[in-house]
């Protein structure tokens, strides 16, 4: 079994695995089953200022968007930073992370753009044992309207004048929480560096709205007949949070900027692709709230096999990925495949044939006794085939040889790499040569 030992930014835990600063966070309970399940570290629910506790709705506060199989693949959420006392959770994360001294406890904070609020907070914090703080600067909903959450991880100049504040005020790891709803992730994660932050973490959920109530007009999740925006995350919004994870950590200005990989992870694989791309670790909360804490017991064993398997230690996969992640320009125009159909693994439902000819390149025939093949002299490569056929690996792509004959451009392929950059089309290209 490959070791899991994960150190982020001084903060150790037996495995990479922490849980996201959410429900399963909320109570020492919760942690402590956590723990008890194998998951490597927490970050504790994020907590507000002394003061009269935090008010939820009363009604539902997540909506969903599901597969044809009803399979859980978004979920939307209106609810606050803990509803419970700031003294009653400093109380329980004292006594968590006294009787697990091996785990992660890092404690979300979300008080207001004030020095005197944060001064105020992270003694108490400090006082506890934790390992470090996380500043939630990443709520979209509820909070950011009064001048938190991503109110202020929308403004740099906020994340890098908050971060200076809790490094001058706490000797604590500091991990800035980053919010997905900004044009670009790099202003925030610089700005982040800049304030003295060990790390970002990314990303907190989506301003989304999951459906609407056709029968009483309102967004869903509805209170009394009106819904307001949440807070979108689980498996759809993976995609969104590797880009964001692997713009950060292969940008000249923010590259080393350790990164705790959030978004939609659910088996050991999303937690190796988000490490692959510049993760130190990763952290859930939705395959959490669907599956329960054991899920953790899947992606340890996973993970182990995996780095076995390619005789990997864990900082070897970390940023893996990285060098590979290219802009568009740079992709080598010479490298031509194109699809195959596996015979034997084909249905002959004809999803391929429908999405080909009528919004693709007419490349798949369809025989009267519904045989599908390609017409290499068609198909551009586009992977549509493969992507809607619902059979895995019936459809694959093939890389043609060097020398091979492209029956579509009629032409050998070239050895060469050949990118945008140098192509006789592109304007700047041709400016460049002469
Ligand atoms: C119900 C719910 C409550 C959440 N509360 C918080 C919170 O208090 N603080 C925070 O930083 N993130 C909060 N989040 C965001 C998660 O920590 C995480 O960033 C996000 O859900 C993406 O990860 P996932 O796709 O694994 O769920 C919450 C998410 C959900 C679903
Ligand atoms: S790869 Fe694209 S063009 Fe080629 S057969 Fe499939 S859908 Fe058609
Ligand atoms: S989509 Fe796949 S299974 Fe269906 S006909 Fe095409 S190759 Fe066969």
Redesign the pocket.
Known sequence: MADLTSDFVGIKSPNPFWL????PTDKEYNVRRAFEAGWGGV?W??LGAEGPPIVNVNGP??GAIYGADRRLLG?N?I????DRELQQNLKEIKAVKRDYPDRAVVV?I?VPCEEEAWKAILPAVEETGADGV?L?F??PHGMAERGMGSAVGQVPEYIEMVTRWVKQYSRLPCIV?LTPNVTSILPPAMAAARGGADAV?????IKSITNVDLDHFSPFPMIDGKGSHG?Y???A??PI?LNMVAEIARHEETRGLPISG?????TWRDAAEFMALGAGNV???????TYGFKIVQEMISGLSQYLDEKDMELPDLIGRAVPNFVEWQHLNLNHVTKAVIDQDACIQCGRCYAACEDTSHQAIAMSDDRVFTVKEEECVACNLCVDVCPVEDCITMRTLEAGEMDLRTGQRVSPEHADWTTHPNNPAARHAAE
């Open positions: 996201a600063s959410a429900p970050v629910k994020t506060r997540y979920l959420n609810e606050l930073i803990t979300s979300m996380e939630n990443g709520c929480k973490s990314l990303i907190n959920t807070g995350c689980g498996p919004v993976k949070a959030i978004g939609g992870v659910t952290q859930v909360c939705t395959a959490a709230m």
